[in-house]
């Protein structure tokens, strides 16, 4: 569905995504993560042909996008990082007049667009307004404007960045719909749960480059250990345990506030711990996530 | 006049600082092209007509344009800022949290469009000057013609655009009523042009009045309307409106 | 399969009418908004035509016929009317799309292209001008302002004018960064409304300024038009319409280009 060789992306001398290669077969579900400024709407936005790469090859549902792009967009279903609503028009409107931006005859792009916004449940406010909706209603409107072609690829920048539980949850479910009816999925994410329950696949992105790829479970064998322990003592500075804690598992995390011990075997790294004659105020074993891998890969640094 | 008033209309003063450059058109340019533009064209075929009182065409539209300039940048100045003000700009809202009264938000918003319409007219006073069209002694009282033309608008203008519901009302107070009253208000040709069914209309508007008492002052001609009578209806325009703005702003603050 | 054909056939030609559309279903309830542009023109024409035409009686042409002062400004009017619709459309109504409502970013991310949208909304202004220019030269006559059936063909010589304005306004637009430079641009059309000719023949004008005069669109635009309702043909008028074609088409061009540059970032 889509490959990528060595795309590159510069705005002036400042360079967004760095060389990447990906390939998504159809019917997957494939998501970049990646803290922000990473590079995912970049490139998000060049395969969604509305950004011409300055570099490297890319092919999209067999086409070219240098050269395709109308032909490749008319098969895209694009939910792009800022809705993009039409605040001019009603929400059926804003679906309906989509529709016919892709040529789509108007009595079929009515029905189309009923049934969408019975599909995101939102079809009780088919007359109102875009501006009078919530953040999540915008996001589910734009999702329902994004299959009005019945596209053979779904790309979601940030579907669910900003949005309530009961929201989220609404999003996730309907997206589910749309892999399970086989459509090829591509999503951005910084929510480590959304990835681990979306995507078959993900790659993450960090400073424009791919750091890791896989297969959620994959990424937490190669990059962490299976179980990680967080321990924390009664002190203001945690990094004198540094020096004391060095072996206790095979990696260890000093943070501010707590220490991570990154361990194949939690129990066993516990009791070290003990026998070292350290007592923390406590003490948590957990399975390593997504998450872990994420800050390893990514740094804890605050990027914005 | 109170601290508050004058620490609002610093407000304003200071967001002009900041949006000048887009006012030069509008408020200094506009109306040198009009004398420069119509003189040249229509004053070929008029100058010197009975109709416009034997005078250049030029110097019969200077004092209408002196006095429908300081009326049209007043109150443009209070349609949109007005009306943002407590909407999108929300500018009252931090001032409200100030120890001004409303009276003192208003005054002090009505004082900077007053002067700003009153600084354009100075302006154009000195081009009109420079152009020798200037042609008595009681010209300075011109100046003040404008002014109080200004005064008599700002009020009124205030009222419709606090209590106006939405955006497209502006529009409509723009076209509707500030672009005709400059159009027929005797600045371009005499009221005796027009049908004399329509010239009571003209008689209540305060740019009419205005720009006869602007004329009379630069041509050194008595007014068609006795002056008291002129200034007499400026000042019902003026009172009036700005009573009706007091409560228009008293209204949108409590809700 | 089949919309893919469809589109590849189509992807060399024009898609303008999506964007009319849109347009049309934003506008369906505003039409008080037209009919108070109308007015704005007629106001005009009645102030500065019909009032200031009081005062000068009759004019004398350059080939030495006379016409009432009002006979003379009206077709001049008409041009401004189809210049001021063609901008604000092209202008202000674009810019707000392309910069606040960042609506054509979610419009190309379907098959529409830059030239599509792009053509779509200089076709949207020219059929709100060409409202506005029927409905004026339907007054004109009734106020017996033009009294020959040459005066139909100022209709598709207004329609030209938006046109040209169209191409120009979309053209401004490219480069505008903020609303102050608005004023600048409505600055240059007043300044072109004044000395193009629209209040007295520009043979009364010192020659510098003629020559001026004659880089003008709108002065061809008011030749054109003027001539059509004083019923005053000649083969100039092929030189008048040439040049608003060519000022269009070359803006367009432009126009398209430089929007593809700024949505496709
Ligand atoms: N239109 C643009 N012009 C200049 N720089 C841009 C533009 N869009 C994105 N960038 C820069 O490219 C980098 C990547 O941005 P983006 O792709 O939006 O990241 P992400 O979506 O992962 O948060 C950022 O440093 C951003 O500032
Ligand atoms: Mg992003």
Same mark, same amino acid.
């Given at each position: 569905?889509?490959?990528?060789?060595?795309?590159?992306?510069?705005?002036?001398?400042?360079?967004?995504?760095?060389?990447?290669?990906?390939?998504?077969?159809?019917?997957?579900?494939?998501?970049?993560?990646?803290?922000?400024?990473?590079?995912?709407?970049?490139?998000?936005?060049?395969?969604?042909?509305?950004?011409?790469?300055?570099?490297?090859?890319?092919?999209?549902?067999?086409?070219?996008?240098?050269?395709?792009?109308?032909?490749?967009?008319?098969?895209?279903?694009?939910?792009?990082?800022?809705?993009?609503?039409?605040?001019?028009?009603?929400?059926?409107?804003?679906?309906?007049?989509?529709?016919?931006?892709?040529?789509?005859?108007?009595?079929?792009?009515?029905?189309?667009?009923?049934?969408?916004?019975?599909?995101?449940?939102?079809?009780?406010?088919?007359?109102?307004?875009?501006?009078?909706?919530?953040?999540?209603?915008?996001?589910?409107?734009?999702?329902?404007?994004?299959?009005?072609?019945?596209?053979?690829?779904?790309?979601?920048?940030?579907?669910?960045?900003?949005?309530?539980?009961?929201?989220?949850?609404?999003?996730?479910?309907?997206?589910?719909?749309?892999?399970?009816?086989?459509?090829?999925?591509?999503?951005?994410?910084?929510?480590?749960?959304?990835?681990?329950?979306?995507?078959?696949?993900?790659?993450?992105?960090?400073?424009?480059?791919?750091?890791?790829?896989?297969?959620?479970?994959?990424?937490?064998?190669?990059?962490?250990?299976?179980?990680?322990?967080?321990?924390?003592?009664?002190?203001?500075?945690?990094?004198?345990?540094?020096?004391?804690?060095?072996?206790?598992?095979?990696?260890?995390?000093?943070?501010?506030?707590?220490?991570?011990?990154?361990?194949?075997?939690?129990?066993?790294?516990?009791?070290?711990?003990?026998?070292?004659?350290?007592?923390?105020?406590?003490?948590?074993?957990?399975?390593?996530?997504?998450?872990?891998?994420?800050?390893?890969?990514?740094?804890?640094?605050?990027?914005? | 006049?109170?601290?508050?008033?004058?620490?609002?209309?610093?407000?304003?003063?200071?967001?002009?600082?900041?949006?000048?450059?887009?006012?030069?058109?509008?408020?200094?340019?506009?109306?040198?092209?009009?004398?420069?533009?119509?003189?040249?064209?229509?004053?070929?075929?008029?100058?010197?007509?009975? *109709?416009?009182? &034997?005078?250049?065409?030029? +110097?019969?539209?200077?004092?209408? #344009? $002196? @006095?429908?300039? /300081?009326?049209?940048? %007043?109150?443009?100045?209070?349609?949109?800022?007005?009306?943002?003000?407590?909407?999108?700009?929300?500018?009252?809202?931090?001032?409200?949290?100030?120890?001004?009264?409303?009276?003192?938000?208003?005054?002090?918003?009505?004082?900077?469009?007053?002067?700003?319409?009153?600084?354009?007219?100075?302006?154009?006073?000195?081009?009109? *000057?420079?152009? &020798?069209?200037?042609?008595? +002694?009681?010209?300075?009282?011109? #100046? $003040? @013609?404008?002014? /109080?033309?200004?005064? %008599?608008?700002?009020?009124?203008?205030?009222?419709?655009?606090?209590?106006?519901?939405?955006?497209?009302?502006?529009?409509?107070?723009?076209?509707?009523?500030?672009?005709?009253?400059?159009?027929?208000?005797?600045?371009?040709?005499?009221?005796?042009?027009?049908?004399?069914?329509?010239?009571?209309?003209?008689?209540?508007?305060?740019?009419?009045? &205005?720009?006869?008492?602007?004329?009379?002052?630069?041509?050194?001609?008595?007014?068609?309307?006795?002056?008291?009578?002129?200034?007499?209806?400026?000042?019902?325009?003026?009172?009036?409106?700005?009573?009706?703005?007091?409560?228009?702003?008293?209204?949108?603050?409590?809700? | 399969?089949?919309?893919?054909?469809?589109?590849?056939?189509?992807?060399?030609?024009?898609?303008?009418?999506?964007?009319?559309?849109?347009?049309?279903?934003?506008?369906?309830?505003?039409?008080?908004?037209?009919?108070?542009?109308?007015?704005?023109?007629?106001?005009?024409?009645?102030?500065?035509?019909?009032?200031?035409?009081?005062?000068?009686?009759?004019?004398?042409?350059?080939?030495?016929?006379?016409?009432?002062?009002?006979?003379?400004?009206?077709?001049?009017?008409?041009?401004?009317?189809?210049?001021?619709?063609?901008?604000?459309?092209?202008?202000?109504?674009?810019?707000?799309?392309?910069?606040?409502?960042?609506?054509?970013?979610?419009?190309?991310?379907?098959?529409?292209?830059?030239?599509?949208?792009?053509?779509?909304?200089?076709?949207?202004?020219?059929?709100?001008?060409?409202?506005?220019?029927?409905?004026?030269?339907?007054?004109?006559?009734?106020?017996?302002?033009?009294?020959?059936?040459?005066?139909?063909?100022?209709?598709?010589?207004?329609?030209?004018?938006?046109?040209?304005?169209?191409?120009?306004?979309?053209?401004?637009?490219?480069?505008?960064?903020?609303?102050?430079?608005?004023?600048?641009?409505?600055?240059?059309?007043?300044?072109?409304?004044?000395?193009?000719?629209?209040?007295?023949?520009?043979?009364?004008?010192?020659?510098?300024?003629?020559?001026?005069?004659?880089?003008?669109?709108?002065?061809?635009?008011?030749?054109?038009?003027?001539?059509?309702?004083?019923?005053?043909?000649?083969?100039?008028?092929?030189?008048?319409?040439?040049?608003?074609?060519?000022?269009?088409?070359?803006?367009?061009?432009?126009?398209?280009?430089?929007?593809?540059?700024?949505?496709?970032?």
């Amino acid at each position: 569905m889509i490959s990528a060789r060595g795309l590159i992306k510069r705005y002036g001398d400042h360079t967004a995504v760095d060389g990447i290669d990906i390939t998504v077969p159809k019917g997957q579900a494939f998501g970049f993560l990646g803290p922000n400024g990473a590079g995912k709407s970049t490139t998000m936005r060049m395969i969604g042909c509305v950004s011409p790469p300055t570099a490297g090859e890319l092919r999209i549902l067999g086409m070219d996008a240098a050269t395709q792009g109308p032909a490749i967009r008319a098969r895209l279903g694009v939910v792009p990082q800022d809705d993009t609503l039409d605040t001019e028009l009603n929400l059926l409107e804003n679906l309906v007049i989509y529709a016919r931006y892709f040529g789509i005859k108007y009595k079929v792009a009515r029905e189309r667009a009923r049934e969408l916004l019975d599909f995101v449940q939102l079809s009780d406010r088919a007359e109102s307004k875009v501006e009078a909706l919530s953040g999540g209603m915008r996001r589910r409107l734009t999702i329902a404007r994004s299959l009005i072609n019945e596209p053979d690829l779904v790309m979601l920048d940030e579907p669910t960045t900003g949005l309530d539980p009961q929201a989220r949850h609404l999003v996730w479910e309907r997206l589910f719909r749309l892999k399970k009816r086989g459509v090829t999925l591509v999503l951005t994410t910084h929510y480590m749960d959304e990835a681990e329950q979306l995507c078959d696949r993900l790659v993450v992105m960090d400073g424009g480059k791919i750091a890791a790829e896989g297969t959620p479970r994959q990424l937490i064998e190669t990059h962490v250990t299976r179980e990680v322990v967080e321990l924390r003592f009664n002190t203001e500075d945690h990094s004198a345990y540094a020096e004391k804690l060095d072996g206790a598992a095979e990696r260890v995390e000093v943070l501010p506030d707590r220490v991570l011990l990154y361990t194949d075997d939690g129990e066993s790294s516990v009791s070290e711990v003990h026998g070292r004659g350290l007592s923390p105020a406590s003490v948590l074993e957990r399975r390593a996530t997504l998450e872990d891998v994420f800050l390893r890969l990514t740094g804890r640094t605050l990027v914005d | 006049m109170r601290a508050g008033t004058l620490h609002a209309f610093e407000h304003w003063l200071l967001n002009y600082k900041r949006t000048w450059h887009g006012t030069l058109f509008s408020g200094f340019l506009l109306p040198v092209l009009f004398i420069v533009g119509l003189g040249m064209a229509v004053g070929g075929y008029v100058n010197g007509s009975s *109709a416009i009182g &034997g005078v250049d065409y030029v +110097a019969f539209i200077a004092p209408g #344009l $002196l @006095a429908s300039t /300081a009326f049209q940048i %007043s109150s443009g100045e209070l349609t949109w800022p007005v009306f943002a003000a407590t909407r999108w700009g929300s500018q009252y809202k931090a001032m409200q949290a100030s120890p001004l009264s409303p009276g003192e938000i208003l005054n002090g918003h009505l004082l900077y469009g007053l002067l700003r319409g009153v600084s354009s007219a100075l302006f154009f006073f000195i081009v009109m *000057a420079v152009f &020798g069209l200037l042609q008595s +002694a009681w010209a300075p009282l011109a #100046l $003040l @013609a404008a002014a /109080a033309t200004a005064a %008599s608008v700002i009020g009124a203008t205030y009222a419709v655009s606090m209590s106006a519901k939405h955006e497209s009302a502006l529009s409509m107070v723009h076209r509707f009523a500030i672009l005709p009253l400059t159009l027929f208000s005797a600045v371009f040709f005499p009221l005796a042009q027009l049908p004399s069914y329509i010239q009571p209309l003209a008689w209540i508007s305060p740019v009419w009045h &205005g720009v006869e008492l602007s004329r009379a002052a630069t041509l050194g001609v008595a007014p068609p309307w006795p002056i008291a009578a002129h200034i007499g209806v400026l000042a019902v325009w003026a009172v009036g409106g700005w009573y009706a703005a007091r409560r228009s702003l008293l209204k949108k603050l409590k809700v | 399969m089949a919309v893919m054909t469809t589109l590849a056939v189509r992807n060399k030609g024009l898609r303008p009418a999506p964007m009319v559309e849109r347009n049309y279903a934003v506008h369906r309830h505003g039409w008080i908004m037209i009919i108070s542009g109308l007015l704005e023109s007629l106001f005009y024409l009645f102030s500065l035509g019909v009032g200031v035409g009081a005062l000068v009686k009759q004019i004398e042409l350059p080939g030495g016929r006379m016409v009432d002062y009002a006979v003379f400004v009206a077709p001049a009017m008409l041009a401004n009317a189809a210049m001021n619709a063609a901008v604000a459309e092209t202008t202000f109504n674009v810019f707000g799309k392309l910069k606040w409502m960042k609506l054509y970013d979610g419009v190309l991310a379907t098959p529409m292209r830059p030239r599509d949208v792009a053509a779509g909304e200089i076709t949207w202004a020219l059929i709100r001008g060409a409202i506005y220019s029927a409905a004026f030269l339907v007054v004109m006559a009734a106020l017996g302002l033009t009294d020959t059936w040459w005066a139909v063909l100022a209709f598709p010589g207004s329609v030209l004018i938006g046109l040209t304005f169209s191409g120009i306004g979309m053209l401004a637009t490219t480069y505008f960064r903020n609303w102050p430079d608005f004023d600048w641009m409505m600055a240059f059309i007043f300044v072109m409304f004044l000395f193009s000719g629209s209040f007295a023949p520009i043979e009364n004008y010192p020659s510098w300024l003629q020559w001026a005069v004659y880089a003008s669109p709108l002065y061809h635009g008011i030749e054109l038009l003027r001539a059509f309702s004083l019923g005053d043909l000649s083969p100039m008028l092929l030189v008048h319409a040439a040049y608003l074609a060519v000022v269009g088409a070359v803006c367009m061009g432009f126009a398209a280009r430089r929007l593809s540059k700024l949505l496709y970032k």
